[in-house]
């Protein structure tokens, strides 16, 4: 487990709302499903993000060769469902069966968009929105020292109803172990605190009905809650975002306010007080990154509004390379972004792909890669400063601007953080208007049957294994 911390001034924020437009014009046969209107008006031509992890992208998500095959060496995307199910029975992939590649192909074009339905609302700020690993739980967390875990394929009951520590402003974070007993949050202090989660006791008050354990990160001398965690090994700015790139714990990259995305070894944590690689593209502070998960690609929000793709493998071993002298002066915390700042490049960019559109004001606004199962990674999606939830196609971008192709519009103040189910076209967003929503494909609003395709899960795990 990894904690950030931030040296933040605390100011009050304000609430700003725009007015977007979203067509959900679905059509079967495997035609395109959700398009933004100014998106569509657009006449400028797409071009693919030619590079291996387009490639990888399209073979996790795509359908087998013979299905797509219209003639000998032509094929046509994406493949309608009647057709899928044709070829399966068939048996044209001589598998017998779905891979997930095909699995894939079908569930990346159901995006969660219709809705909303009301899950809670609260009359505190929603700072956090999580899934657990399985996607049978939920976590949501509130400025008003409240965090809630809901059952989801039981009507969204709560589970637990936490009323959080020595909180300082707000949660920032939280996190469930992977066995689903625990759960760790955070605020703005150099403490992080334990809770049972997996107990019988549906009310948890911090030391009175359970005991909140403790982890103290703050040096001796800290009288004052410097918010020095990470900062001191990691970088001299405030580090905001730390994950791991992959299942062995290994790599680890970090997000700070010195518009960089680092990449460190703790094999060499001893040896070296120095990061393995640096990556430079960023013109203003990092406020989230999140790992794809295969040691090798990551995404960052920036305060520049803009999301960037990296790959590690393009990295530096130092910052070698000044975007120069900045012609104006903004703070995010209580500035709109100049205009003038949106035509600046960095000279030394190295991301492989660029996405625009979204609005990273007053509040670390975060990014995440879509599920794997569901979609293949294959989207991208955002919240925004202006209360809306933003979704990109990771595989192509437009001249001037990234493919977005949805945007969720609900919410009355801005979107600090949502989250897409693991495994079905679900996607839960909080604000702070105390609105914690659900977006489906489905129009009947019904939560769907997840314990049937846990069990379907868990049989094709043991058919992989004998």
């Not at 013979?66 to 032509?74: D, I, K």
């Not at 012609?327 to 190295?350: F, G, I, L, N, T």
Request: proline content about 4%; aromatic content about 10%.
């Amino acid at each position: 487990m990894y904690v950030t911390a931030s040296r933040a001034t605390v100011n009050e924020m304000g609430y700003a709302m725009s007015k977007l437009d979203i067509e959900t014009d679905l059509r079967d046969g495997g035609k395109t499903i959700h398009e933004v209107s100014h998106s569509q008006r657009s006449n400028k031509r797409l071009k693919y993000v030619d590079n291996e992890i387009s490639q990888l992208t399209r073979l996790h998500s795509g359908p087998h060769e013979l299905l797509s095959q219209v003639t000998p060496g032509r094929r046509e995307l994406p493949v309608a469902r009647v057709k899928m199910l044709a070829g399966r029975e068939c048996n044209y992939s001589g598998r017998g069966r779905f891979s997930l590649a095909d699995c894939c192909h079908v569930l990346s074009r159901y995006l969660p968009v219709n809705g909303p339905w009301l899950v809670n609302q609260m009359n505190s700020r929603a700072y956090v929105s999580q899934f657990s690993a399985d996607g049978s739980l939920f976590i949501a967390g509130f400025q008003g020292s409240h965090i809630r875990i809901y059952y989801v394929d039981r009507g969204w009951t709560v589970q637990k109803n936490i009323l959080a520590k020595s909180l300082r402003w707000t949660v920032t974070d939280t996190l469930l172990s992977p066995d689903q007993r625990h759960l760790v949050y955070a605020s703005m202090s150099p403490t992080v605190h334990i809770v049972n989660a997996g107990s019988t006791e549906t009310e948890s008050l911090a030391n009175i009905t359970e005991i909140h354990e403790v982890l103290d990160f703050s040096p001796d001398d800290d009288g004052e809650y410097s918010f020095r965690i990470f900062s001191v090994k990691f970088s001299t700015s405030d580090v905001n975002a730390v994950c791991f790139a992959e299942e062995s714990g290994h790599l680890i990259y970090s997000g700070s306010d010195d518009t960089f995305c680092k990449v460190w070894d703790r094999r060499c944590f001893v040896a070296r007080d120095k990061p393995a690689g640096v990556l430079m593209g960023h013109l203003e502070g990092i406020t989230f990154i999140d790992s794809r998960g295969d040691g090798r690609y990551l995404i960052s929000n920036g305060k520049d509004q803009s999301i960037k793709l990296w790959d590690i493998r393009g990295m530096s071993s130092n910052a070698r390379c000044n975007p120069g002298f900045k012609s104006y002066e903004w703070d995010y915390r209580w500035m709109d972004y100049p205009p003038q700042a949106k035509e600046v490049k960095h000279p030394c960019d190295q991301s492989v792909a660029t996405f625009r559109g979204h609005s990273v004001v007053q509040t670390l606004i975060r990014c995440y890669c879509s599920p794997a199962y569901s979609t293949g990674q294959k989207y991208i999606y955002t919240r925004s400063f202006n209360a809306c939830v933003y979704i990109y196609n990771l595989l192509c971008k437009c001249i001037n601007c990234a493919a977005q192709v949805a945007t969720l519009e609900h919410h009355k103040s801005p979107v600090r953080d949502c989250s897409w189910h693991p495994y079905h076209p679900m996607l839960i967003s909080s604000s702070w208007d105390g609105d914690v929503v659900k977006w489906e494909f489905p129009r009947t609003g019904e939560a769907p049957d997840y314990s049937s395709r846990k069990r379907a899960l868990e049989r094709d795990r043991r058919r992989r294994i004998y």
